[in-house]
């Protein structure tokens, strides 16, 4: 059984920054694409951050404009682990944050290019 179990969320002030991280477990995710979503109240998931799998010709990262500058997603292969370094935080930033993780090794920055998911952990940025 695949799971993916987000961890680091939390309150912080704007200004400040978190580390989430997914560890995933039951699936190698490594040659696999993997993403960071978030949904705020009343909204539709959004995309944030996604990597390649590796073993690709190209490994690229990509983020929705409205971070980036601000977060970096990274993965650690040898522990099955995605990570979302989020700097500059503003209060807009405030959302439920989801792990995802893909069956190919590029997935783009639809959900439904996404195969399983974490439950979530919250942020919430103070003004």
């Known amino acids: 059984q695949v799971q993916l179990v987000e961890s680091g969320g939390g309150l912080v002030q704007a200004g400040g920054s978190l580390r989430l991280a997914c560890a995933a477990s039951?699936?190698?995710?490594?040659?696999?694409?993997m993403g960071w979503f978030r949904q705020a109240p009343g909204q539709e998931r959004e995309f944030v951050a996604g990597t390649s799998g590796s073993g690709g010709s190209l490994y690229y990262a990509d983020y929705a404009d409205s971070v980036k500058g601000r977060f970096t997603i990274s993965r650690d292969n040898a522990k099955n682990t995605v990570y979302l370094q989020m700097n500059s935080l503003k209060p807009d930033d405030t959302a439920v944050y989801y792990c995802a993780g893909a069956i190919v090794r590029v997935a783009g920055r639809r959900p439904d290019g996404y195969a399983y998911w974490g439950q979530g952990t919250q942020v919430t940025v103070s003004s």
């Open positions: 039951g699936r190698t995710f490594s040659s696999y694409a």
